[in-house]
T-cell receptor, first 113, second 113 residues
Framework: AQTVTQSQPEMSVQEAETVTLSCTYD???????LFWYKQPPSRQMILVIR??????QNATENRFSVNFQKAAKSFSLKISDSQLGDAAMYFC??????????FGKGITLSVRP | KAGVTQTPRYLIKTRGQQVTLSCSPI?????VSWYQQTPGQGLQFLFE???????NKGNFPGRFSGRQFSNSRSEMNVSTLELGDSALYLC????????????FGPGTRLTVL
């Protein structure tokens, strides 16, 4: 069975500052993908970033980057230069051979102006 | 390309009724997955269809069913609605089965009275 744990229910960051959202996971598969999804108040789930487990290099998408620690089964998301539009719920998710996405409970990020 | 579309966006039903939700995937995507999102249980996987075949099923009662058509459009049906079925139902599509990121629709908000 796959599990994804997001232990922080809420975080807050000052506009223009950097924030890191934590995620740990567990899977018995050797090949898998990890994702961070953003869900703003509109409830539309938006893919932020993806990481293939076989790649050692951490993924980066503009202001978003991950710290993927495979041995520790840790997958954190760093948001640099935080903007008001980054305020949302963020979900860490895992998928493997069976294509099912397993999500964490999510973390609510607020951005202070 | 147009994104994933879901209809209807909002639905109000009473206990005991049945409901059908529709999802049109991104053009060219052959895999469609359904998820239920509630405040208490978070995001839970319902089922996944690929090329008109159910490839994977979550831990939901038989009242929840689905199907996929030859044009990859998918429907899910919930019979004998219960109050606990009130939720946001999200549909997601991906190009292939396995190891693919999934792109989500805006969801259908179902309220059971």
């Amino acid at each position: 069975a796959q599990t994804v744990t997001q232990s922080q229910p809420e975080m807050s960051v000052q506009e223009a500052e950097t924030v890191t959202l934590s995620c740990t996971y567990d899977t018995s598969e050797s090949d898998y993908y990890l994702f961070w999804y953003k869900q703003p108040p509109s409830r539309q789930m938006i893919l932020v970033i993806r990481q293939e487990a076989y790649k050692q290099q951490n993924a980066t998408e503009n202001r978003f980057s991950v710290n993927f620690q495979k041995a520790a089964k840790s997958f954190s998301l760093k948001i640099s230069d935080s903007q008001l539009g980054d305020a949302a719920m963020y979900f860490c998710a895992l998928t493997g051979a069976n294509s099912k996405l397993t999500f964490g409970k999510g973390i609510t990020l607020s951005v202070r102006p | 390309k147009a994104g994933v579309t879901q209809t209807p966006r909002y639905l109000i039903k009473t206990r005991g009724q049945q409901v059908t939700l529709s999802c049109s995937p991104i053009s060219g995507h052959r895999s469609v997955s359904w998820y239920q999102q509630t405040p208490g249980q978070g995001l839970q996987f319902l089922f996944e269809y690929f090329s008109e075949t159910q490839r994977n099923k979550g831990n939901f009662p038989g009242r929840f069913s689905g199907r996929q058509f030859s044009n990859s459009r998918s429907e899910m049906n919930v019979s004998t609605l219960e109050l606990g079925d009130s939720a946001l139902y999200l549909c997601a599509s991906s190009f292939e089965f396995s190891y693919n990121e999934q792109f989500f629709g805006p969801g259908t908000r179902l309220t059971v009275l």
